[in-house]
């Protein structure tokens, strides 16, 4: 362990009814290559990979992997906590949850059953853009898995009793990941902070006033609305041929009719960012004190071309790992910080978030940790990045993109995320081709623009004497 | 590669199709440098190589009055060895991407080694210094020590930590295993550089050291890799000797102002090398597995909405043996999840599993096991607890068979070994005015 990072889980994701799965905050800086190219020769994510659209809408990606005889099946809804009604925070995230209640086919458990006999493993999960559910399986078994889940597209069934009890369970949840964590009380706030008038602002998982009087009815109508197959997409990776999933498909999903019609996902947009906010949570839970900074940024799919390649690459020279300028700074030089770094987060439909974060070491004030990031800051607005660093930052991005051809479900996982938020299957396909166009020019006027204190949300978490307590 | 997960996805595929021991496996032993063990499977697909190795010792091996050593001699081999400082290492890893990493756990060091082929020489290179020769430099030494510090000191306030430090503390009295890997704030200080050296030239050696390799290497080419990397070290380790133990009963109530209660709980558990431990690893997954179905699951969340997860699981060490659960509940339903767990625990040590959740379980356990392989760093650490748990080199084939021959009977004797004691370690962090360990939920030490 290089980094004892104390940085806290900062990613819009929340997975999900079973396990708990960590997932990569940065999803796009992994790949997948089928042919390994020569060091400067661009490698090409999931180049196999084909898409194709059904009668009723639905969209299919097919990622050919012939390796081992197992495939990653998984349903995108282009539906997420953005999407929550006001008053309602949380729907999307408790609809998946009760996704797993039943349908008027098939009872609760049968499902889940027939993946565990299987030996498969399933999930979902719920992001603020979208809501998806997978299973991992022998590739014989996919024809059953794609038919129990276009079941659910259309037959959920509720009753009053298990919703009740699974709404415990998600304010479990909530009190686990959120209420028992200052850290990711303080997250909650600083993204309440920076959107001003987006949804993002709303947490995933919801408000905890709001969770409680979630309904059966709130879920079903949410259901009715977004879970219909023109507004849904499919990604099979593994051992299979599009054929194959083409013609399961068309007797699965197929006869699913299109029974809404969402629309544009057009949500409330930020106005321009003006001020400067800081945002300072003090709890008696915490023991080491902390700090961090979010930045406004567009996502790869709002962004103008390459703006968000040239954040990918500024995040990684600015903070990626102890040859960053951060650490080095910070840790190393200056011996302030046990942890510097940064982030850019760019796979959502309307906006990115570019993140920077620093713990102190021994007692330094968090002032003075505050003035010594935004030396780095400014050095590398003012003056921006060497050819020497953005060519090293390219190689990695290289040899990231072929170890992560290593792992199937990810893959899937990278294509469902980048098209349930508005990105072609070409975009992803190309991306290390375009990092690879990043200049030094890019990545000064990217760091211009957008490491700019009026876009940001600042954040201190501190100890507080405890309260009234032994 | 390709060709192992071909066969292990025939388990799959046929869920009870035993795969034949006569096939050809392509798990290989690699001659190394003498007394080092070393597995290769030799793959080209992806051109790269994980390498995952342990030496036996781990956390255990620290200093009694040191806890704290092998953990901070994990985090510093990689900040400078031989001629290369500390910057130059990492950045010497950082444009190859080359990914090493260290691990101090409790009976092993373990360390992983990741890299495209093309960087290969480089990677044995860097690996061969950061484990003969690190350097151990004031700055990164001090800069390690004060990351670890504010860890230890973070920990003190995390409820999952503190459960752990706690129920190890309680379960394993004046025991290696019951000292804080990362050591306490004060041993953590009084760790000398000697101390670091003394802990590496007496437990980085070939007689106690496991290797898997996974990737696009031959075996003469890993032999040489072997031979570069391991070779100088010396022939035999300087273990301290550890003694066995049975965890210890105990209640544990630490007082934090959550609004959500974490409960931890537990007791003795089963060897690796007992003939009952496949049918104990399987009554675990059917009591609190790590699936949706398992009975704790059902009754604790899908009935009753009191947690959102709960789970239990094996623990085996080199020398003592739990099983282990947790989950974490609304403060004021901690005793009542307690109790219902407690019930649920002692309801299937005398009954057992049904035959139908036998058969599920086995089913599940036989068809996800190809799961474990599906990416080279998975099957590098799978190859390595093989050789760990010393179950031999055909063990990925013999395994399904071995879950496939559990019994009803088997399944029955297991579940009242493991579970029949009850759990006899109970440990809550939460607030202290719902504090649940009352007398009524004490049990008393039947040890």
């Not at chain 1, 960590?22 to 090409?44: I, K, S, Y």
């Not at chain 2, 956390?59 to 994990?74: E, H, I, R, T, Y």
């Not at chain 2, 080694?113 to 960087?119: G, P």
């Amino acid at each position: 362990m290089d980094q004892r990072s104390l940085i806290p889980d900062r990613t819009r994701f929340l997975a999900a009814p079973h396990l708990f799965i960590a997932l990569l905050v940065v999803v796009c800086l992994a790949g997948f290559a089928r042919t390994p190219a020569f060091a400067d020769e661009p490698v090409r994510i999931a180049p196999d990979a084909t898409t194709f659209t059904l009668d009723n809408g639905m969209q299919v990606v097919v990622v050919p992997d012939h390796r081992a005889p197992i495939v990653t099946h998984m349903v995108w809804y282009k539906i997420g906590a953005a999407d929550d009604p006001p008053g309602k925070s949380g729907i999307a995230h408790f609809l998946e949850h009760l996704m797993f209640k039943g349908t008027k086919a098939h009872p609760a458990g049968e499902f889940s059953s027939k993946v565990s006999e299987g030996g498969g493993q399933e999930n979902a999960f719920t992001t603020a853009d979208a809501t998806a559910y997978f299973q991992t399986i022998g590739k014989e078994r996919l024809g059953t898995v794609m038919a129990f889940e276009a079941d659910r597209m259309e037959g959920l069934d509720l009753s009053e009793k298990t919703v009740l009890s699974e709404r415990d369970v998600i304010l479990e949840e909530r009190r686990m990941r959120i209420d028992n964590d200052p850290g990711a009380l303080l997250g909650e706030a600083m993204n309440a902070a920076l959107y001003q008038n987006h949804h993002y602002g709303i947490p995933t998982i919801g408000w905890m006033q709001e969770m409680q009087g979630l309904t059966a009815a709130d879920a079903l109508a949410q259901y009715r609305h977004y879970y219909t197959p023109n507004n849904a997409i499919l990604v099979v990776a593994g051992d299979v041929t599009p054929e194959e999933v083409h013609r399961l498909a068309d007797v699965t999903f197929g006869r699913v009719p299109r029974r809404s019609e969402p629309g544009e996902r057009n949500r409330p947009k930020e106005p321009p960012p003006l001020a400067a906010r800081s945002v300072d949570l003090v709890d008696s839970r915490v023991s080491q004190p902390s700090w961090q900074r979010d930045y406004l940024v567009p996502s790869y799919s709002s962004g103008k071309p390459g703006e968000a390649e040239a954040l990918d690459v500024l995040a990684d020279i600015l903070g990626r790992g102890t040859t960053s300028r951060l650490y080095r700074a910070l840790v190393i030089d200056q011996g302030l910080a046990t942890s510097a770094g940064s982030y850019y987060s760019g796979e959502a439909l309307d906006y990115g978030r570019f993140g920077v974060y620093a713990s102190p070491r021994g007692d330094v004030p968090l002032a003075k940790l505050q003035t010594a990031v935004d030396a780095v800051i400014a050095d590398i607005r003012d003056h921006g990045v060497t050819a020497e660093e953005l060519a090293s930052a390219k190689q990695r991005t290289r040899a990231q993109a072929i170890y992560a051809q290593d792992s199937q479900a990810m893959l899937a996982r990278i294509i469902g995320m980048a098209l349930a938020t508005g990105q072609p299957l070409d975009a992803v396909q190309g991306w290390p081709a375009r990092i690879g166009d990043v200049t030094v020019e890019d990545i000064s006027a990217a760091a211009k623009t957008f490491l700019d204190v009026r876009r940001s949300v600042t954040g201190t978490l501190t100890p507080a004497p405890a309260e009234g307590r032994s | 590669m390709a060709k192992l997960l071909v066969r292990l996805g025939m388990a799959v595929f046929g869920l009870l199709v035993i795969i034949p021991a006569s096939q050809a496996m392509s798990i290989q032993k690699v001659v190394g440098p003498p007394g080092v063990e070393a597995w290769l499977v030799e793959d080209y697909t992806v051109p790269m190589i994980a390498m995952d190795f342990v030496f036996a010792g781990g956390a255990a091996q620290d200093p009694a009055d040191k806890p704290g050593v092998a953990n901070m001699l994990s985090s510093l081999l990689d900040e400078g060895a031989g001629a290369m400082k500390s910057a130059a290492f990492q950045k010497a890893l950082d444009d190859r991407s080359i990914s090493m990493s260290f691990d101090a756990g409790r009976d092993g060091f373990y360390g992983d080694l990741k890299t495209l082929s093309e960087n290969r020489d480089e990677a044995f290179g860097l690996l061969a210094a950061a484990l003969q020769a690190p350097r151990f430099d004031t700055e990164p030494v001090e800069r390690i020590r004060a990351q670890i510090a504010a860890s230890i000191k973070n920990d003190a306030s995390d409820p999952q930590a503190a459960a752990t430090l706690a129920v190890c503390a309680k379960a394993f009295p004046n025991h290696p295993y019951g000292r804080p890997l990362d050591g306490t704030s004060d041993s953590l200080a009084a760790i000398s550089r000697d101390d670091l050296e003394a802990y590496r030239s007496h437990v980085f050696a070939r007689d106690n050291l496991k290797v898997a390799i996974v990737g696009a290497i031959s075996p003469k080419d890993a032999t040489a890799m072997l031979a570069r990397v391991f070779g100088p070290l010396p022939d035999r380790a300087q273990l301290t000797p550890v003694a066995d133990i049975v965890p210890q009963a105990g209640i544990i109530a630490i007082d934090q102002p959550n609004p959500q209660t974490l409960i931890r709980f537990g007791g003795p558990g089963i060897k690796r090398n007992d003939p009952d431990f496949m049918a104990a690893y399987v009554v675990n997954h059917i009591l609190g597995g790590g699936t949706m179905s398992s009975r704790l699951y059902t009754e604790v969340r899908e009935k009753r909405g009191l947690a959102y997860t709960i789970s239990t699981s094996l623990v085996t060490l080199a020398h003592a043996d739990a099983f282990a659960g947790g989950t974490a509940t609304r403060a004021d339903r901690a005793p009542e999840t307690i109790a219902l767990i407690k019930d649920q625990i002692a309801r299937f040590a005398a009954e057992g599993p049904t035959e139908a959740e036998l058969a599920k379980a086995k089913s599940y356990m036989i068809g996800s096991y190809a799961l474990r392989f599906d990416s080279s760093s998975k099957i590098a650490r799978q190859i390595l607890g093989i050789m760990v748990d010393n179950l031999g080199i055909d063990y990925v084939e013999k395994r399904n068979s071995l879950i496939e021959a559990i019994s009803i009977d088997d399944a029955r004797r297991a579940a009242r070994r493991l579970f029949s004691e009850g759990t006899t370690m109970v440990a809550t962090v939460g607030p202290a005015k719902t504090k649940t360990a009352t007398a009524e939920t004490s049990v008393p030490p039947q040890l």
